[in-house]
Structures are given as structure tokens and as C-alpha cells.
């Protein structure tokens, strides 16, 4: 199972929202680089980037940063936040970013998965954000009529392979994951499953990986605020998760 530490970038800063309101954010750095780093030196292979204006306003806003984390730090970076074009897509990829991430597009344009080429698609995975077990979009400012399980299946009928599964009500809150939803997607779907929200302490690495045992589709897991709050530490979480 993967740990794969975040960064939410917004006006330069590194931020975490509390279930995803923008006028709940906490500021933990100016420096993403800094941050970059970090989780680096502390064993991160992949870097979980969301440029939370770009989210916001439909295209990329920090990409300055982003591109110097890409080129100056050398991990894996999976990014999403505004890229809601092929072009976008494309351009972001050119520049060595290595899985791209989507969702508003996604589900406002069921044809739009399947438009793009094949070696394109598979540089893509769809993050389902959910609230009451419906999907959000728009940086969790809208709402689709979608739920969890129809987004899931939905996309899965298009292609993609990997799929991030985020409860907002728990995203920044350090109240553990929603492990009955986990449950819910794995058993509906082949796809490789990444959950995001709520991870509070190392003994919840301890429950998804041993959910992990049951569910060979649970890819990994994203941590935000517990590793900037220091509610847990990047090395002990990694060596937890790979025992």
C-alpha cells in the first residue's frame, strides 16, 4: 500500500482545507518547494499535488511552483486541480508530471474520458469527492447527481484504472477514513482504489493497510494534515503501510 503525501497549493501557499471550505483553511507554509523536500528526504516516492485555485477557477493557477517541484525535486507527481482540457492534460504531462488528475470534466462530460487517446487515459485518475454519497465537483463548490457508486462505475466503463476516493466531511478533520465507503467501492469495482480524508494517527495506516489484505484493489492512501500537524510521521507511516 502506497503513502503518498499532499500538497494543496493556493496563492503560492501550502494549505489545507477543513472539508473542503475555502474560507477554513489553515496556512502551513509559503515555501511548496520546501515541503517537497521534505517528504522526499522522509521516503515519499509520489507527491499528491492539488493546485486548489486552479480547482476553484477552472485552470491552473500555481504552475510557476509546480514546475520548479517537478524539475528541482524528482518524485512522481500526481496532479489535478483545473485541468479540465485535453490540451490542459497534455501540457502538464509534457512538463513530467506523471499521472494527472480529474473530476469536474469527468462528470460533466460523460464523453470526455473516452475522446482522449489511449496512452492519455491512462495517465489519468478520477478523484470521486463525495459529501452524504454524493459526487462534488468544482473544488467541492458543486454538486453533480451522481453517487459514489454510479461515478465509480461509470468511469470504470471508460477505461480508467485508478480512482481516488475522497469523503469531504471527513477531509481535514483528523477523524480516521470512512471505512464503510472504502468497503462499498472496493467490492464494486477492479479498479485500484487511493482513499483520501481523515487520517488522523498511525493506527489508521494500520486499518487500511489491514483492509488491504482483504482488498488487493486498495492502492494506497493520501495524508494531508496529520503530517503537517505532525499527528504522524511520513518514514513510521510508509514502513507501516509496506510491512
Given at each position: 500500500m502506497i503513502i503518498t503525501p499532499a500538497i494543496d497549493i493556493r496563492q503560492g501557499n501550502v494549505v489545507r482545507l477543513f472539508r473542503g471550505l475555502y474560507n477554513k483553511q489553515t496556512i502551513y507554509s509559503t515555501d511548496p518547494l520546501g515541503f517537497a523536500e521534505k517528504w522526499k528526504e522522509q521516503g515519499a516516492e509520489i507527491l499528491h499535488i492539488i493546485d486548489l485555485d486552479g480547482a476553484f477557477y477552472g485552470e491552473s493557477k500555481n504552475m510557476d511552483v509546480i514546475e520548479k517541484i517537478i524539475k528541482q525535486i524528482g518524485l512522481k507527481v500526481h496532479l489535478g486541480g483545473g485541468l479540465r482540457t485535453e490540451a490542459a492534460i497534455k501540457n502538464v504531462l509534457a512538463m513530467g508530471v506523471h499521472k494527472v488528475i480529474i473530476s469536474t470534466k469527468a462528470f460533466e462530460d460523460d464523453t470526455f474520458l473516452i475522446k482522449l487517446d489511449s496512452?492519455?487515459?491512462?495517465?489519468?485518475?478520477?478523484?470521486?469527492?463525495?459529501?452524504?454519497?454524493?459526487?462534488?465537483?468544482?473544488?467541492?463548490?458543486?454538486?453533480?447527481?451522481?453517487?459514489?457508486?454510479?461515478?465509480?462505475?461509470?468511469?470504470?466503463?471508460?477505461?480508467?484504472?485508478?480512482?481516488?476516493?475522497?469523503?469531504?466531511?471527513?477531509?481535514?478533520?483528523?477523524?480516521?477514513?470512512?471505512?464503510?465507503?472504502?468497503?462499498?467501492?472496493?467490492?464494486?469495482?477492479?479498479?485500484?482504489?487511493?482513499?483520501?480524508?481523515?487520517?488522523?494517527?498511525?493506527?489508521?495506516?494500520?486499518?487500511?493497510?489491514?483492509?488491504?489484505?482483504?482488498?488487493?484493489?486498495?492502492?494506497?492512501?493520501?495524508?494531508?494534515?496529520?503530517?503537517?500537524?505532525?499527528?504522524?510521521?511520513l518514514k513510521e507511516a510508509i514502513n507501516c503501510a509496506g510491512s
Open positions: 496512452a492519455t487515459r491512462s495517465k489519468v485518475i478520477v478523484s470521486i469527492d463525495s459529501k452524504a454519497g454524493v459526487v462534488l465537483d468544482k473544488g467541492w463548490t458543486g454538486q453533480t447527481d451522481l453517487t459514489v457508486l454510479q461515478a465509480l462505475r461509470q468511469i470504470e466503463k471508460q477505461g480508467v484504472k485508478t480512482a481516488v476516493i475522497t469523503d469531504v466531511s471527513s477531509d481535514g478533520t483528523l477523524q480516521g477514513p470512512n471505512i464503510e465507503l472504502l468497503k462499498q467501492v472496493l467490492t464494486s469495482c477492479q479498479m485500484n482504489i487511493i482513499s483520501a480524508g481523515g487520517i488522523s494517527c498511525i493506527e489508521d495506516i494500520k486499518t487500511l493497510k489491514k483492509l488491504s489484505l482483504d482488498y488487493a484493489n486498495l492502492y494506497g492512501t493520501i495524508i494531508g494534515k496529520a503530517l503537517y500537524e505532525e499527528k504522524i510521521d
